[in-house]
């Protein structure tokens, strides 16, 4: 049965045309050996690749990731630490007080024995030795042998391997004592795609990977509990709850878990002597498997336990909204520093209240469609990645915890605006490493994000969203979507114009302000103070106590909206104001009563005739 999700999942894969460009991607397969020493956390690994280049180009360089690299002393991870005004708690050591704090980086202070890396010894391109040098957490290789346009070509490399002390996201024994937290820990070929090379050095942000399908062999000390991407093949041979039978364990005091993951950009796992393992079915017969420390406190234990069956609420919520999980398996494993997403689990920290724990797991899971399946690549439109993860998880958890939210975005809306009014804001379409600010970094990816399919909503209407992300989902799901990808789905859906809504949202730091300026009888004046327009939902309140929804749609949509609104002619964003006739005379007028549009200044939306 495993093997033929992986031709099925293979085929997915195959380049097709999309818009007017022939779309093509990469493909990266994987073969790993990997023997763990768990007394000094170094590792040998031996890797061959299969590259396919499915470009049209010839490529004479290729590039890795070793991103271990980053957890030295000096490193570019490390120097920013150092420079940037709001640092990672995670990663520093707060010196001075709460109020006046001194920030040291953690990396800066790692021994020889406590730091990352990952030192390639070999290097070959099929069977013949390759030339490479290592520049911070990029390997540059040169090639003996171009690959042509839709050749294949065999890199087979050695190398060594020092798990860092857990700084971010990976590494050993973190905070909760959880021994192996292995996230992008074995080096990785960068990706390349239409617009190049991405081989971005580790400074702080997320990833990008080529697909590709892995097998993956694991060497480590008997007692170890492993979890993560990918099938474990040899479950008799390891038990731990993953056996179908009867267990039979090799001897000697090592076990290798063999793993294979099918149509994948990355490939984590976690490790610990004192994991629990639970497993509940979930819909389509998705095992979801549950590892966490059976050393937790006891409210933490009873908290891991009722989580389980709201991860198969998740499931289904995301099936049915987005679109069908694609693998047979999905762990949520106790590690990492936070709430991390890979391929096929998350690695989250376990000692959580119960609402966090779930919150979290919302998110990380969430993420599965938007960072794994629809992998945009998330150094450059991170807002995609977090900011729709964000959206659907707000909905998810409304309906799954039946939290009964008005609006479950609201949080995003306010966040938001308050970065919008900071001063700190810079164009989302910035790369996520270099931004000023972090806070500035989360607010814009996050919560702006999530605003801008919130938002989306009010522009296309409700249907047309949902229906957007469906067909996004559909059409995108196992490549590299980009901004303009998702715009033009709408597009297609909603009949209206949108480039307008992508630019200035993504690309710029232009703010929405209307306002009700005047109201004469039956007269409505409103007035655009903001650089980004908007069309316009505006609720009229008459004298006589009766309402009516008005919809002014904006000049450039080329179109409206559905909607039972009393709708009006349209409006053009070089026009500041904008004047409408009622048949009876007005008591009140309020823009945008259901505040799904984000104006950074509702106090000027209502205004209310004063009696005399
Ligand atoms: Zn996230």
Known sequence: MKKSIFTILSLLSISIFAQNHPYWQQQADYTMSIDMNVDNYQYDGVQKIVYTNNSPDTIHTVFYHLYFNAFQPESEMDI???????????????????????????????????????????????????????????????????????????????????????????????????????????????????????????????????????????????????????????????????????????????????????????????????????????????????LYKKTLDKKYLNNWKKLQTKTAEFLSYYNKNIGQYPYKQYSVIQGGDGGMEYGMCTLITGE????????????????????????????????????????????????????????????????????????????????????????????????????????????????????????YFEEFKFKHPTPNDFKRTAEKISGLQLDWYLNEWTQTTHVIDYAVKAINTTEVVLENRGLMPMPIDAKVTYTDGSTEIFYIPLQMLLGKKSTTATVLTDWSWV?????????????????????????IDRNTNFLEVIKK
């Open 352 to 471: 959580r209240i119960y609402k966090s724990l779930v919150g979290v797991t919302a998110h990380e899971f969430a993420h599965t469609w938007f960072q794994f399946l629809l992998a945009t690549n998330e150094a450059k439109h991170e807002w995609m990645d977090e900011g729709f993860t964000s959206y659907i998880s707000s909905l998810a958890m409304n309906e799954i915890l039946q939290q009964n939210k008005e609006n479950p975005h609201e949080g995003s809306y306010k966040s938001y605006t308050k970065l919008a009014t900071s001063g700190l804001e810079e164009p989302q379409s910035l790369y996520a490493d270099r931004f000023y600010f972090n806070k500035a970094y989360g607010a814009s990816a996050y919560s702006k994000g999530a605003v801008f399919l919130a938002q989306l909503g009010y522009i296309i209407g409700e249907n047309n969203l949902k229906k957007t992300l469906k067909k």
């Open 575 to 599: 026009q500041p104001t904008y004047t409408f006739t009622v048949s009876k005379p007005i008591r009140s007028v309020e823009i945008d009563p259901l505040e799904r549009m984000a104006d």
């Open 80 to 290: 920013r630490l150092q420079n940037i005004n709001d640092p990672d708690g995670r990663m520093t050591t707060n010196l001075g007080t709460k109020e006046k704090p001194i920030f040291e980086s953690r990396i800066s202070k790692l021994q020889p024995n406590e730091i990352g890396f990952i030192k390639v010894n070999t290097l070959q391109q099929d069977g013949v030795d390759i030339q490479f040098e290592t520049i911070g957490t990029i390997l540059k290789v040169i090639l003996n042998r171009p690959i042509q346009p839709g050749e294949k070509t065999d890199l087979e490399m050695t190398f060594k391997g020092q798990v860092p002390l857990q700084i971010r996201r990976s590494g050993r024994n973190n905070k909760e004592g959880v021994a192996l937290s292995m996230t992008q820990w074995y080096p990785k070929l960068a990706e390349y795609d239409f617009e190049g090379w991405h081989a971005n050095q580790y400074i702080a942000r997320e990833f990008h990977g080529v697909w590709g399908d892995y097998d993956v062999k694991i060497t480590i000390d008997k007692k170890y509990i492993l979890g993560g991407t990918g099938y474990l093949q040899n479950a008799n041979e390891i038990g731990y709850g993953y056996e179908t039978g009867k267990v039979k364990r090799p001897k000697g005091k090592k076990l290798t878990w063999h793993f294979i993951a099918p149509n994948v950009h990355d490939f984590t796992w976690a490790a610990d002597p004192d994991y629990t393992h639970d497993k509940i079915l979930g819909e389509n017969n998705v095992m979801l498997h549950f």
